[in-house]
């Protein structure tokens, strides 16, 4: 079992910027495959944001590319999410995934609001 440690959400206006971290509680013993993002807005199902794979690529989707940045630090167990000009519609409970030894974890959430 991998527990995930969320931080950095919280409210924001509008053209603002936050910076989600997750990382990975405790001592592994395999290299994580991947590590990423996705969120759940109010009342709309969880969808995927941006993942980066142990080699250093990344994929982002369509809604975030050029505004978000995720980034694996150098200890290959904590990865970021830099969002910039937030919007509104980036409103979402934001969870940080990860594949290591064959499974997939999720953490608790982090809730971000951005206010027009």
């Known amino acids: 079992q991998v527990q995930l440690i969320e931080s950095g959400g919280g409210s924001v206006q509008a053209g603002g910027s936050l910076n989600l971290s997750c990382e990975v509680a405790?001592?592994?013993?395999?290299?994580?495959?991947?590590m990423g993002w996705y969120r759940q807005p109010p009342g709309k199902e969880r969808e995927f944001i941006a993942n980066i794979i142990s080699a250093g690529s990344t994929n982002y989707a369509a809604s975030v590319k050029g505004r978000f940045t995720i980034s694996l630090l150098i200890n290959k167990r904590t990865t970021t999410l830099q969002m910039n000009s937030l919007k509104p519609e980036d409103t979402a409970v934001y969870y940080c995934?990860?594949?290591?030894?064959?499974?997939?974890?999720w953490g608790q959430g982090t809730q971000v609001t951005v206010s027009s």
């Open positions: 995934n990860v594949l290591y030894n064959g499974d997939y974890y």
């Open positions: 405790e001592r592994i013993f395999h290299p994580i495959s991947i």
